[in-house]
């Protein structure tokens, strides 16, 4: 499948079968995620890969109880280790480093035929507790992953084009 392909097809998956996700699809995926791009080749994303029901069930709870974080069989807990480093733009580069892995991450998993989920709508405080995560780290996002219920396709809802580039200068 090309990337254009991938893209097309991936969407977020709220729903999932009881199926295990094989350890080789998970090392596969691994290794795309390694390969992308970070601010200074810093490399400061760190992943949590939990699959224990009892846990995957807190994380529910940690995530205002959006119950396909427990149903799904893998939890990634996608955090960083960083100094919070700025790049001169402004922005500090861990946040978008994060993004683009777990973004690898999703296409990566869809290329394997699996489903995923961001979820950004949890409380820090509480998935540090469960998963013992230290001080010092960053939790940026959870994912969920696993086959999904229902492989087929969705109408994608998306801005027109002509809403978000713009040619040569800011125009609206
Ligand atoms: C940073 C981020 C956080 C998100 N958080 C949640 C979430 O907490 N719960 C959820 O159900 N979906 C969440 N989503 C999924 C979005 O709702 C979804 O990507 C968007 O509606 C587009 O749909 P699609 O992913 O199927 O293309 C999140 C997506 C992103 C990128």
Redesign the pocket.
């Known amino acids: 499948m090309d990337i254009h392909e991938l893209i097309r097809i991936r969407?977020?998956v709220?729903s999932y079968l009881p199926k295990p996700v094989e350890p080789e699809k998970l090392e596969k995926i691994f290794h795309s995620v390694r390969l992308a791009p970070s601010a200074n080749n810093r490399q400061e994303w760190r992943f949590i890969l939990v699959q224990d029901k009892e846990t995957r069930r807190l994380l529910k709870t940690a995530a205002a109880n959006?119950s396909f974080v427990e149903e799904a069989p893998v939890v990634l807990a996608c955090c960083a280790e960083t100094d919070g480093r700025y790049m001169r733009c402004g922005i500090e580069s861990y946040k978008i480093d994060v993004a683009i892995a777990v973004d690898h991450l999703t296409l990566a998993a869809a290329a394997e035929g699996l489903g995923t989920?961001?979820?950004?709508?949890f409380y820090p405080d509480q998935v540090r507790e469960i998963l013992h995560i230290p001080p010092a780290i960053e939790v940026v996002?959870l994912l969920t992953l696993g086959y999904p219920k229902d492989p087929g396709l969705?109408e994608?809802e998306r801005l027109p084009l002509e809403k978000i580039l713009y040619k040569e200068t800011w125009k609206r």
């Open positions: 969407k977020s709220r959006q989920c961001w979820v950004g709508a996002e969705i994608k």
